[in-house]
């Protein structure tokens, strides 16, 4: 398994992956696509092509900092799921060097959000006790009730505090437009 780091706006690989992420998450989870498209040179992002035997089969979004990596978006092909490459693909990506994975899961309210947590349980991640909430990709919007997941233990509640606050400066308020 490969990520393939996309960092231009014309790459072959952002066609099948526009459509997973339009999919995958709701429109009030996730930048508009032209938008996600200009953030491709800012060095801390990453949107990754996730290669197995050759061929995509999903994607990372993530921001890496020294101080953690926080996986914004993470989508598998529909096509493809079942084949355990979400587990190969998350444990590969926790091979890079940070302290600590912070991703943002909805709160268990279904059975689908229910299966999402334990998915990510079973790969190390812990829920964080304190209370969160995704703020919006547009300003004006309002903020979506969430938990925040951390491997490899869940944070203090100091760090659970900046750590909140560094994603909503670096993630979210720094694109305000």
């Given at each position: 398994m490969t990520f393939k780091r996309i960092d231009h706006e014309h790459h072959p690989y952002l066609i099948p992956i526009q459509k997973w992420y339009e999919d995958a998450f709701p429109v009030t989870e996730r930048r508009q696509f032209t938008a996600l498209r200009q953030l491709l040179r800012q060095p801390d992002m990453y949107l990754c092509g996730i290669e197995s035997d050759e061929q995509l089969v999903g994607f990372f979004i993530y921001w890496h900092w020294k101080e953690f990596l926080f996986i914004e978006h993470f989508a598998i092909d529909p096509d493809q799921r079942g084949n355990r490459l979400g587990?190969?693909?998350l444990r590969h990506l926790q091979q890079l060097n940070s302290?600590?994975?912070?991703?943002?899961?909805?709160?268990?309210?279904?059975?689908?959000?229910?299966?999402?947590i334990q998915f990510y349980e079973r790969e190390g991640f812990s829920v964080n006790p304190f209370p969160y909430a995704q703020p919006p990709y547009q300003r004006g919007n309002p903020p979506i009730p969430m938990h925040l997941m951390s491997s490899p233990a869940v944070l203090s509640q100091q760090d659970f505090t900046e750590y909140s606050r560094l994603i909503h400066e670096r993630v979210y308020e720094r694109f305000y437009v």
């Open positions: 587990q190969r693909a302290p600590c994975f912070i991703l943002e899961v909805e709160l268990p309210t279904d059975d689908l959000s229910r299966r999402r």
